[in-house]
T-cell receptor
Framework: DARVTQTPRHKVTEMGQEVTMRCQPI?????VFWYRQTMMQGLELLAY????????DSGMPKDRFSAEMPDATLATLKIQPSEPRDSAVYFC?????????FGPGTRLTVL | GQSLEQPSEVTAVEGAIVQINCTYQ??????LSWYQQHDGGAPTFLSYNALDGLEETGRFSSFLSRSDSYGYLLLQELQMKDSASYFC??????????FGQGTELSVKP
């Protein structure tokens, strides 16, 4: 059955390193969302795309985070340089505003 | 600004009915969604209400009152597997979904 996939599932890295997370949305879904989940902040929207164009990335720290959709089957979220406070689970979701299908997430730990 | 309020935790017994409330403040409101998340898992979509009233899907129902900026999720015939976190989320006209902090539901035997 169709589902959102994310890689890697787990990532441990050291402060200052670049981290790239990838997402494959469900085929045919034209809206892709990136979320970050932490115990303190809950589930926060970082950015989203429609038809591969970025619509809103106001939730993202611009100095170190970047999100792109190089094609309809791939969305990427990069952090450079990473910091310990970036440790979280990063979810990608596709669908529409009212119904979103989440991927399994990337659990990022920055030491 | 935008904000959502829901209880942080609720406990109920198997077979019972539980209601999780959500109040919200947002501009350009489009609808209210509910998601379920088990420990270590991804949020999964449960329901979406754009209009006032009750929507029923099996054991789960969701209600919205736009005039009161209020909604709830009703879970009936509770099962142990319903133990999870439940999030309400508001959709606004910008296409964003803003999530509440979640309600942790514990179902006891």
């Amino acid at each position: 059955d169709a589902r959102v996939t994310q890689t890697p599932r787990h990532k441990v890295t050291e402060m200052g390193q670049e981290v790239t997370m990838r997402c494959q949305p469900i085929l045919g879904h034209n809206t892709v969302f990136w979320y970050r989940q932490t115990m303190m902040q809950g589930l926060e929207l970082l950015a989203y795309f429609r038809n591969r164009a970025p619509l809103d990335d106001s939730g993202m720290p611009k100095d170190r985070f970047s999100a792109e959709m190089p094609d309809a089957t791939l969305a990427t979220l990069k952090i450079q340089p990473s910091e310990p406070r970036d440790s979280a689970v990063y979810f990608c979701a596709s669908g529409s505003t009212d119904t979103q299908y989440f991927g399994p997430g990337t659990r990022l730990t920055v030491l | 600004g935008q904000s959502l309020e829901q209880p942080s935790e609720v406990t109920a017994v198997e077979g019972a009915i539980v209601q999780i409330n959500c109040t919200y403040q947002t501009s350009g409101f489009y609808g209210l969604s509910w998601y379920q998340q088990h420990d270590g898992g991804a949020p999964t979509f449960l329901s979406y209400n754009a209009l006032d009233g009750l929507e029923e899907t099996g054991r789960f129902s969701s209600f919205l009152s736009r005039s009161d900026s209020y909604g709830y999720l009703l879970l009936q015939e509770l099962q142990m597997k319903d133990s999870a976190s439940y999030f309400c989320a508001v959709a606004n006209q910008g296409g964003k979904l803003i999530f509440g902090q979640g309600t942790e539901l514990s179902v006891k035997p």
